[in-house]
């Protein structure tokens, strides 16, 4: 117990902490300037000094921990005289120029100032000049502005982890710049902004646009670009968003991500639906929403009765709201009496979620985020979590700042210098990699309770040892066993899973083997996901092997299939909800040939994507922020999203339930929270444990075994997950193309040097499907014959070079067959 | 006075190992690898040597405090950074007499256990980095570092590490920052290196000077030792005199000796026997003292009484031609050169400090800029984050108290010539 006298009044600590955090308990405010909740404190401001008895010089709050019986002044005349010379020092070269400031009005030295400040100035000289610099696509820097509290390196250095930035000079001319130059050159999460106190560095894009107290409404919301779904407030100002801010608190803290802090102009995407469309002949025209409801109903009910509901098929969307996809499948479901609803997510993120919560329990993946840097070791498997899902990145580099191993299997650019064992196993042997792992653990713990699906793969798994392993997957023993030693060391586990493992040739086995090493290790388990709403899309049932509350009595079609059905016509229509399938799914001219020859596609959606321009019907819907709604994030945790602005279209639910209500079936929604409250109540029917059924579905005991594999020496192409270019809506975010890359193909050292291929030449990539003209770069940690190429929307991504082949397991279509040629293209020669 | 530090210092192979050894070099360690690493430290204790960096902190207490905390493992750091105009003292050592450090440096490591040392060099020593590593290769073969020193058993691996050329690397943690690949900045004390210093490990870092001094203490025991100079502060000292005496250099003295002595004893009193106008005892960082103090004895704890410092024992001189105004604005404007920028008052203020220095000194002042230069640095004082700023602002009260006459002058003038237009 530490007691502490401040200002007359007395608190009672249980462990020492900070005066400042120690007056706050009373709630005496001592100002800050360089002190931020989330960095770790730095006392140069020297803004917050406090007298303290018995102590002959002034201490800073920040920094000074209390001690038992200390007597403490934040207000005596040292005090302030103390903070007004600070804030006269601090003025003495700052410019002064709040009328042109955009943070004037909530500037954190101009409140101070205004406070504590002195009422005039004595400083005659001639202020320090530095110019303002534009050079940045995203950020301004005026370093005329800058106090030097060094909140923004803090927090890119110790939090973000990317490094960008650094103090350069001395004395009056210290400033902050990047490393590279002129240009930030980041990850450009932007949370250098939210921490500046002053108007030293500004987003360009809302830079003299308005002023902080002309916003109109801020709304609070949860980020649509991916499965963390930070909490985010929406600042408006005539129905447009000027600024989109952490909000401090909830998911993410105060941190966010490129694509949430800049991602959000996108609802100003010239691209956007305004107005129903029906195709006639070749082109789509403006019809009213009645003709548009009126048209769909009508063929729906055409091809119900002539065909029956099972050949109707439905594509939700983890882009959607919960509210959106409950209706959907119910419509689907109980009006059109179909079971084929899947979605894009269906293809990776459904079979790993589907299989690990039958193998392991319902569930299991509904984890704090937060507690993946309080872990004892951390195993990532698959993509790259920093680019996926960049805020829980984050937590795993916050895990290895703290010295907690940081396991890695596949590969990671974005824990380059956070991984402390780095297992990048040769294409196609991650299999291999991961038997090794769980014949090494099996023998060296011993699993808590019992699982009899996963016992008995435990049992006949074939045990791979560790020289097997570093000749098939060209991992070195040595690194094998660390990882090993790591993880049975470690009591406390978190286990990251991307979702593209399963789009493998033994995509379920390698799902088996994670359940299994989940199982062993006891482990947190965190999916991976792309969309902001893929956990709750299966939440809603949107599945064709489940429903909200139960198992459908026959499964539907899964995605694949329904394309497959629609070019065999077995299928004949589509329903699609939200997303471009043609960004996500691969061989695109088998895809155009099923939605071909469909009789009916209706799409619903906010953007004209190119598959909405195949449409016989599209309908428009708000996007995020024009609607109220909810995501539930990869934590299992629903939050809802107010709605901020209007937008074009209707919403999704209340299309869907007027197209019902033309089949005859009522789904009387009047507004948003009406869905969320039959969700309620339908949810609770939920079964919750292991599903041995479900689970068993994962392995035949044959396949147990295994085929070594040889490395062939063919190149293998592999999709890669860019931090910046990730989410299809990108391509519409006119402030994200500033800084997307251009399509490029990433390849090892040693096949660029056998290639003779050096960084940023043009290269040809062909595959048996057709050929990509895109700019080399050279990655030192990508294995010899990986090349990875992102998934971008467009001709440039990978998915022009993937052939149509499934996994009949997990039905999901392979992707570590796409074998590619690569050659350097000829440039103009060098001078 | 015999010579302990700068012993042999005029031989020309002072820098052989041979030589050293010869004249009996190395035999200190031979003794203290013998004793208990208590022991060792009860005899610092017991010399009661104080570090020579200008601190003045007991070498002794500051080794026991590295004695409690568990941590492993333990790093020496021999801070040769001597980057404060007028302090020179070090470098003979550096140069003429490295393995009396390197000694020194192996008692001190084993003493505490350290199984790993640096020596931070300044980069504006470029003759010594080739003198210090050539002494630890010659150490390394002899068998005095490495794995198992003398047949000892004990580790110790020492190599140079050079800085970047900021005074403030010279401040332990900024030292430390540097050291790291970091910014030089100083970190927040506490925690303090003694446990939380180089790579978060428990750190010892001592001047040059100070460790030069260890070999003699275990040669010729504490209770030997304390009987020199000073009974307080006692040992030999290194001064450095620079400024109008006739021989300049490093003179090696009984601590406690009077500048009177320092001046006109050893270094042959002022050029041109003109008259004594100010002396800055310590370093640029110490407060001025007019020639009226110069009886005052040379140590830690008699300095202060006369408002000054010893600081590093760089004793600078200036006659009755020097303006001190310039002399004061020449210290500013290197305070403010050598800032960090890390905390506000010493980034922002020295520069301010300058500033009105400078435009007093070109004859631009105004009527209130003595008071006002005067706020500045009582505004620095005690405020920043290490000694740095508090140094500028101490010195630049110094020469307002003693010779504010000539900063008036200044101002005069100024209105004079206004008067005239």
């Not at chain 1, 894009?344 to 993946?365: D, K, N, Q």
């Not at chain 2, 260890?214 to 620079?242: D, Q, T, W």
Request: proline share 5%; glycine share 10%.
């Amino acid at each position: 117990m530490i007691t502490v006298t401040i200002d007359g009044m007395q608190v009672v600590l249980q462990k020492p902490v900070t005066i400042l955090e120690a007056a706050r308990q009373l709630g005496i405010v001592i100002p800050t300037l360089c002190n931020h909740e989330s960095l770790e404190p730095y006392g140069g401001c020297r803004l917050c000094l406090v007298e303290i008895e018995k102590t002959p010089r002034l201490q800073t709050a920040c920094t000074q921990y209390v001690d038992d019986g200390m007597v403490i002044y934040t207000g005596s005349q040292a005090v302030i005289e103390a903070r007004r010379s600070v804030l006269e020092f601090l003025l003495i070269n700052h410019p002064l120029d709040c009328p042109v400031c955009d943070k004037a009005g909530q500037c954190e030295l101009q409140d101070a100032v205004a406070k504590y400040g002195a009422p005039a100035g004595r400083f005659i000289e001639d202020k320090r000049n530095v110019p303002e610099n534009f050079e940045d696509p995203l950020i301004v820097r005026n370093m005329q502005r800058c106090i030097s509290c060094a909140r923004c390196i803090r927090m890119c250095d110790g939090v973000q982890g990317a490094s960008a930035i650094c103090m350069v000079n001395r004395s009056g001319k210290t400033r902050v710049e990047p490393f590279s130059g002129g240009r930030f050159d980041c990850e450009y999460c932007g949370n250098c902004l939210t921490v500046c106190p002053v108007g030293a560095l500004l987003s360009k894009d809302n830079r003299h646009a308005y002023r902080p107290w002309m916003i109109d409404n801020t709304v609070t919301s949860v980020c649509p670009f991916c499965g963390v779904g930070c909490c985010l407030n929406i600042q408006i100002r005539d129905n447009a968003i000027v600024r989109v801010v952490p909000q401090g608190s909830g998911v993410g803290k105060s941190l966010l991500c490129n694509r949430g802090r800049f991602g959000c102009d996108v609802v100003k995407s010239s691209n956007r639906l305004t107005s129903p469309l029906i195709r006639t002949g070749e082109g789509l025209r403006n019809v009213t929403w009645d003709e548009a409801i009126g048209f769909v109903v009508e063929r729906l009910v055409g091809i119900k009765q002539r065909y029956g509901g099972t050949t109707i098929g439905g594509i939700a969307s983890g882009r959607c709201s919960n509210e959106d996809n409950y209706a959907f499948q119910k419509f689907f479901r109980s009006a059109l009496d179909s079971n084929n609803i899947d979605s894009a997510a269906g293809l990776s993120y459904g079979p790993v979620r589907r299989f690990l919560e039958g193998a392991i329990g319902r569930a299991c993946a509904a984890n704090d985020m937060e507690r993946i840097s309080r872990s004892r070791a951390v195993l990532v498997i698959g993509e790259d979590p920093t680019s996926v899902n960049p805020v829980l990145g984050l937590q795993i580099r916050a895990a290895s700042r703290k010295g907690i191993p940081v396991i890695t299997i596949g590969h990671m650019p974005g824990l380059r210098l956070y991984q402390a064992i780095k297992l990048t196993a040769r294409p196609s042997a991650e299999t291999i990699l991961l038997r090794a792992l769980v014949s090494a653990l099996k023998t060296s713990t011993e699993p808590a309770g019992s699982n009899s699906v996963l016992d008995d793969a435990l049992r006949s798994v074939r045990h791979v040892s560790l020289k097997e392993a570093e000749s098939m997957c060209g991992i070195s023993q040595r690194r094998l066993d660390e990882a090993i030693v790591a993880l049975v060391g470690a009591k406390d586990v978190s286990i990251i899973i991307g979702t593209h493992l399963v789009r493998r040739e033994d995509g379920h086995l390698n799902l088996l083997m994670i359940a299994c090493l989940a199982y062993l290790l006891q482990g947190r388990i965190f999916i991976m996901s792309e969309s902001p709403n893929d956990y709750g899309l299966f939440d809603m049932g949107c599945h064709p092997y489940a429903l909200l509350g139960a198992m459908p009595s026959r499964t539907g079609l899964g995605v694949m299939e329904m394309i497959d059905a629609a070019v065999s016509g077995g299928l004949k229509a589509l329903y699609v909800m939200g997303d471009d399938i043609f960004s996500v799914l691969p061989d695109k001219e088998h895809v155009k040939a099923a939605l071909s020859a469909l009789q009916l596609l209706v799409v619903q959606d906010s953007f004209l994507t190119e598959t909405a321009g195949m449409a016989d019907v599209v309908l428009p819907v708000p996007f995020w922020a024009e609607q109220e709604g909810s995501f539930t994030n990869l934590e299992s945790k629903t939050r809802q999203f107010g709605k901020a602005l209007q937008g074009p279209g209707k919403e999704g639910w209340r299309i869907i339930s007027e197209i019902s209500k033309g089949l005859g079936y009522y789904m009387n929604y009047n507004d948003a929270a009406q869905v969320r409250a039959e969700i309620e109540s339908t949810a609770s029917l939920q079964k919750v444990g292991a599903d041995d059924e479900r689970a068993r579905i994962l392995c035949a005991p044959s396949e147990l075994d295994y085929q070594p594999h040889e490395d062939d020496g063919k190149i293998v192409a592999l999709v890669d997950f860019p931090l910046l270019g990730q989410s299809p809506e990108y391509g519409c975010s006119p402030t994200l193309k500033l800084v997307t890359r251009e399509p490029y193909v990433r390849l090892g050292t040693t096949l660029a040097g056998h290639l003779s291929i050096e960084d940023g030449d043009e290269v040809s990539v062909s595959s048996d499907m057709g050929t990509l003209r895109l700019h080399a770069v050279i990655d030192a940690d990508l294995p010899g014959s990986t090349v990875m190429i992102p998934r971008s929307t467009g001709d440039k991504g990978i998915l022009t070079l993937m052939k149509w082949r499934m996994n009949q397991v997990t039905k999901c279509p392979v992707f570590d067959k796409t074998e590619v040629v690569i050659s350097k293209i000829p440039g103009n020669q060098e001078p | 006075m015999a010579h302990i530090l700068l012993k042999h210092i005029d031989h020309p192979g002072s820098r052989d190992i041979g030589v050293y050894m010869k004249s009996g070099g190395y035999r200190s360690l031979e003794k203290a690898l013998a004793m208990k690493r208590s022991d060792i430290i009860d005899e610092m204790k017991h010399s009661g040597l104080r570090g020579r960096g200008g601190a003045g902190f007991s070498t002794g207490v500051k080794w026991s405090f590295s004695t409690l905390t568990p941590n492993l493992p333990k790093y020496l750091l021999c801070n040769a950074d001597e980057g404060e105009p007028g302090t020179f003292k070090d470098r003979p050592i550096l140069e003429e007499n490295p393995h009396l450090l390197i000694e020194g440096m192996i008692i001190s490591a084993y003493a505490l256990g350290a199984e790993y040392g640096y020596i931070y060099l300044r980069r504006e020593y470029p003759a010594a980095l080739g003198i210090l590593e050539k002494a630890i290769r010659d150490a390394y073969k002899n068998n005095l570092l490495g794995r198992d020193i003398l047949g000892n058993g004990i580790q110790f691996q020492l190599s140079v590490f050079q800085g970047a050329g900021a005074y403030i690397c010279g401040e332990e943690t900024a030292l430390i920052e540097s050291m790291e690949g970091q910014r030089g900045q100083p970190r927040i004390k506490p925690p303090f290196p003694v446990t939380d210093g180089y790579v978060g490990k428990p750190t010892v870092i001592n001047n040059v000077e100070t460790l030069a001094n260890v070999p003699y203490i275990i040669e010729a025991g504490g209770a030997a030792y304390s009987k020199i100079g000073s009974p307080s502060c006692p040992g030999p000292k290194l001064f450095s005199v620079s400024g109008h005496v006739k021989r300049p250099g490093v003179y090696e003295l009984p601590m406690g000796i009077s500048l009177r002595e320092i001046i006109y004893d050893h270094c042959g009193g002022i050029r041109d026997d003109r008259a004594l106008k100010a002396v800055i005892p310590g370093g640029i960082s110490t407060p001025v003292l007019p020639a009226n103090n110069i009886d005052c004895p040379m140590d830690f704890l008699n300095l202060p009484r006369h408002g000054s410092m010893l600081g590093s024992g760089a004793v600078m001189v200036f006659d009755e031609t020097v303006d001190m105004s310039w002399v004061c604005l020449r210290a500013t404007r290197f305070f403010e050169h050598e800032s960090c920028g890390k905390c506000t008052p010493c980034r922002e203020g020295v520069g301010w400090m300058a500033a009105i220095l400078a435009r007093m000194h070109a004859g631009q002042g105004n009527s209130g800029d003595i008071e006002l230069l005067l706020n500045v640095a009582l505004n620095i004082s005690g405020n920043t984050l290490c000694p740095l700023g508090d140094g500028a602002a101490s010195v630049v009260k110094s020469f307002l108290r003693h010779f504010r006459r000539e900063f008036e002058e200044k101002l005069e003038r100024k209105s004079c010539s206004a008067e005239r237009a």
